[in-house]
């Protein structure tokens, strides 16, 4: 069963920029911690960024290689999950992945995923 979509994805040139999107349940959004991970060819999965229930009133989580490029954030009332990336470097080339952790636990966890979508960062 799919609960989360994302779109956004697509090919930009070094040192470009992207927004995916995350179409999710209100549910999920007002009550689990949101996550965006991603996964390059021959790669582990990775987590990228995460978002708290609070939002607005707390600060987001990043793995080291995208602290200051990406942004998360959601807008609850459009059910929508948001990653900006800014200063995209070919190594941000992955399949990205919207997920949520209702136990919003600290290490790098998820329940329910989404397909995924396709960021190609060309030199």
């Known amino acids: 069963q799919v609960q989360l979509v994302e779109s956004g994805g697509g090919s930009v040139q070094t040192g470009g920029s992207l927004t995916l999107s995350c179409a999710a349940p209100r549910k999920f959004l007002d009550f689990y911690c949101m996550r965006w991970f991603r996964q390059a060819p021959g790669k582990e999965r990775e987590g990228v960024a995460s978002i708290g229930i609070t939002g607005s009133g707390s600060t987001g989580r990043y793995a080291e290689s995208v602290k200051g490029r990406f942004t998360i954030s959601k807008d609850n009332d459009t059910n929508t999950l948001y990653l900006q990336m800014n200063n995209l470097k070919p190594d941000d080339t992955a399949v990205y992945y919207c997920?949520?952790?209702?136990?919003?636990?600290?290490?790098?966890?998820?329940?329910?995923w989404g397909q995924g979508t396709q960021v190609t960062v060309s030199s």
């Open positions: 997920a949520a952790d209702p136990l919003c636990r600290v290490s790098w966890s998820a329940n329910y």
